[in-house]
């Protein structure tokens, strides 16, 4: 379907349903082994991409990729909870994504990563219908571009400080280091001063346990590195403890894993703990419900990283769509996430530029994903 045909999708788009759901699990190999926290790697994950159709030539694409050992969610569980779906799914009106997932959430409580990649794939045939891309049907977009981090695996630190001085060539001012790997506190201190060493004073730094740090050694990293204008991300596995790092090391803090829906972000707020916070679409359930999220972490003051677990150019486009539509304020950075993997599945979907990033300007996410790269689906519901 040629997305530019926007006047003709606005008429087609009256009363039409779904009639098949596609589905593949693709593989992808990342730039680099990410060592996290508790032993934690990861090289290559897994990504699952759909393809929602309608009885009006529509296709909508959606993807989440979950990472291993992350949180609740793997690859393999997205499709019996979409098997289980169909009924709610199959003969559904695809345009107006909150109402067909409200029914969806009722059939089947939870599962929301696997519901996340089916809230995009209806957002994108809705933007098609619209003729609109998916950040004007959010509010409009609010930047041109919008200001990426990079993400540093957890290796010795003068090999963190290479990656962060390559990353700074490239315009990036904002960099995640991961921390723990190595199971000492003192090393993690020397990660984030030689970070802060190669990129200089300015740009924001960060370091990022995974919720794999005791809250002893993280105030320990914390007040070691206290001088070098640094943030700390989701040291350990509850609010409570993120909390304490919090109060004794007085260090500005996002939170990741342990934000996942209104409950955790009022919890976060409350203890003080929510400078910032990682919008991950697959964590609240897709577009729709990430964009509420949103709206709460407006009214509470907290900046964003709006983003998801990994995944390739589909679930990508998403999140730079919501990013655009969010006030510039309080957008601390998005990520590309498909510039840490290969294969890409969309060649003319966004790519990083002088540290910063675009969201798609066709209807719906914009993108063309490229069919014969996927293969034949796994999984067919019609």
Not at 50 to 69: K, M, S
Not at 336 to 359: C, F, H
Request: hydrophobic share 45%; with cysteine.
């Amino acid at each position: 379907m040629n997305r530019n045909a926007a006047p003709f999708l606005t008429l087609v788009g009256i009363g039409q349903r779904i009639t098949r759901l596609r589905l593949w699990h693709v593989p992808l190999t990342s730039h680099t082994a990410y060592y996290m926290a508790e032993g934690k790697t990861c090289d290559a994950v897994e990504a699952v991409v759909i393809a929602i159709e309608t009885d009006a030539g529509l296709t909508g694409w959606g993807e989440v990729c979950p990472i291993p050992h992350y949180l609740p969610a793997y690859a393999r569980g997205v499709v019996p909870a979409l098997q289980e779906l169909a009924p709610v799914i199959l003969g559904g009106d695809p345009v107006g994504a909150e109402a067909l997932m409200a029914k969806a959430d009722a059939f089947l409580p939870g599962h929301v990563y696997a519901k996340s990649a089916l809230d995009i794939a209806l957002w994108d045939i809705t933007g098609q219908v619209a003729g609109l891309p998916i950040h004007a049907l959010m509010g409009g977009r609010r930047q041109d571009t919008l200001p990426l981090y990079h993400s540093i695996t957890c290796v010795e630190p003068q090999e963190m400080a290479r990656i962060a001085r390559d990353a700074q060539a490239q315009g990036i001012t904002q960099f995640q280091a991961k921390l723990g790997a190595s199971g000492d506190w003192q090393t993690d201190v020397e990660r984030l001063a030689k970070v802060r060493e190669a990129v200089g004073p300015g740009p924001l730094v960060y370091g990022d346990w995974n919720c794999g740090a005791t809250t002893l050694d993280a105030i320990r990293v914390g007040r070691a590195a206290a001088h070098l204008d640094v943030m700390l991300e989701q040291p350990c596995a509850t609010l409570e403890e993120c909390a304490q790092v919090r109060s004794a090391t007085s260090l500005p803090m996002t939170l990741d894993e342990v934000a996942h829906d209104t409950a955790t972000l009022l919890a976060a707020h409350r203890l003080g703990i929510m400078d910032a916070v990682a919008l991950k679409l697959s964590k609240f359930g897709g577009l729709s419900s990430t964009r509420r999220a949103r709206d709460l972490c407006l009214h509470l003051g907290a900046k964003m990283c709006i983003e998801c677990t990994w995944g390739s150019d589909i679930v990508t486009a998403a999140a730079l769509h919501l990013g655009a539509a969010t006030p510039p304020s309080r957008v601390l950075n998005v990520c590309d996430l498909s510039g840490y993997v290969s294969p890409r599945n969309a060649p003319d979907a966004p790519t990083r530029a002088a540290g910063r990033i675009a969201p798609p300007d066709g209807p719906g996410l914009g993108i063309t994903v490229d069919q014969e790269r996927l293969g034949t689906p796994d999984l067919i519901l019609d």
